[in-house]
Nanobody, 115 residues
Framework: QVQLVESGGGLVQAGGSLRLSCVAS????????LGWYRQAPGKQRELVAVVFNGGRTNYADSVKGRFSISRDNAENTVILQMNSLKPEDTAVYFC?????????WGQGTQVTVSS
């Protein structure tokens, strides 16, 4: 079992920045990928950014050049730095841990970008 606790969401104006954090606990040694997904009202959950154990990252095209994902293995934390935010980035952001053959999710944190 893996537990994920997110923090850092909130309300920001377009062009602003937010930093999301997610701390993993429990059976963390089986985690091979950490990342962030988001779900806007009426839409499916989509990948934002992920980072693998070796450091390789993947980003959604819509956030490339604006968002940056990083991982602190010592603190079992994954960070999503979001810059140049747009109203279309408004969503609930979920932390995700890929653990062996299972996926674990955090409770979600709301990000709202006003125009």
């Amino acid at each position: 079992q893996v537990q994920l606790v997110e923090s850092g969401g909130g309300l920001v104006q377009a062009g602003g920045s937010l930093r999301l954090s997610c701390v993993a606990s429990g059976s963390i040694f089986g985690i091979y990928r950490l990342g962030w997904y988001r779900q806007a009202p009426g839409k499916q959950r989509e990948l934002v950014a992920v980072v693998f154990n070796g450091g390789r990252t993947n980003y959604a095209d819509s956030v490339k050049g604006r968002f940056s994902i990083s991982r602190d293995n010592a603190e079992n934390t994954v960070i999503l730095q979001m810059n140049s935010l747009k109203p279309e980035d408004t969503a609930v952001y979920f932390c995700n841990a890929a653990w062996r053959s299972a996926d674990y999710w955090g409770q979600g944190t709301q990000v709202t970008v006003s125009s």
